[in-house]
């Protein structure tokens, strides 16, 4: 006689087939399924949301230096102006202007 490996009662068989057709591997493939997307999103996602936030918020720092150059400029630029306009007006006698004597007078029309 050959030795049995293994010895499936039929009766067995059939009340656990339906479990493993049905709810139970239902609940298998739902784990499964879980597992893999914390890993997912633990492996992948997250670090990928970190080096975007870390990147876009360098471009905000670069900003704000270009910004603070240009206010600067612009800043130096204006008291330039400034600066220029009190010696005109100085020189104008309190901004009134002389005319020109070869210039056309406001009474003669073109």
């Not at 298998?28 to 399924?33: A, F, G, I, T």
């Not at 905000?60 to 600067?72: N, R, T």
Request: glycine share 6%.
């Amino acid at each position: 006689m050959t030795p049995v490996l293994a010895q499936v009662d039929p009766a067995l068989v059939s009340s656990v087939s339906p479990l493993l057709a049905g709810p139970a591997s239902a609940v298998v493939v739902l784990v499964m399924v879980g597992a893999a997307s914390y890993r997912l999103l633990t492996t992948a996602l997250v670090p990928l949301a970190s080096r975007a936030v870390d990147r876009h918020l360098s471009q905000i720092d670069e900003l704000i230096k270009v910004q603070k150059a240009e206010s600067k400029a612009i800043t130096s630029t204006l008291a330039s102006i400034d600066k220029r306009l009190a010696r005109l007006e100085g020189l104008t006698d309190s901004g009134v202007l002389v005319g020109n004597p070869g210039a056309a007078s406001p009474d003669r029309s073109v």
